[in-house]
Nanobody
Framework: QVQLVESGGGSVQAGGSLRLSCAAT????????MAWFRQAPGKERAAVAS???????WYASSVKGRFTISQDTQKNTLTLEMNDLKPEDSAMYYC?????????????WGQGTQVTVSS
């Protein structure tokens, strides 16, 4: 089993920055890919950014150029640097981990950390 714990959420004004972290423990050798998702009230959970074994990254178009995902495999941590935050970035942010040959199947989830951006 893999346990994921997020930290770093909070409240900022538009244009500000936050750094989210996700600590993975347990059977971390089973992890092949990780990602950040977010869910705003009344909306579905959506992927924000992901990173694979080859450190290849993907970003949702709404955050590209503002967010950066990175992974420290030695420390088993996943980070999301968020800059130039906008009110529409407000959501609960979740760390996810999984594996898959071509498409990552996320089967481990953290409890989430709240990000609130005020205008």
């Amino acid at each position: 089993q893999v346990q994921l714990v997020e930290s770093g959420g909070g409240s900022v004004q538009a244009g500000g920055s936050l750094r989210l972290s996700c600590a993975a423990t347990g059977d971390t050798h089973s992890i092949g890919c990780m990602a950040w998702f977010r869910q705003a009230p009344g909306k579905e959970r959506a992927a924000v950014a992901s990173i694979g074994r080859s450190t290849s990254t993907w970003y949702a178009s709404s955050v590209k150029g503002r967010f950066t995902i990175s992974q420290d495999t030695q420390k088993n941590t996943l980070t999301l640097e968020m800059n130039d935050l906008k009110p529409e970035d407000s959501a609960m942010y979740y760390c996810a981990a999984g594996n898959g040959a071509s498409i990552c199947k996320y089967n481990h989830w953290g409890q989430g950390t709240q990000v609130t951006v005020s205008s």
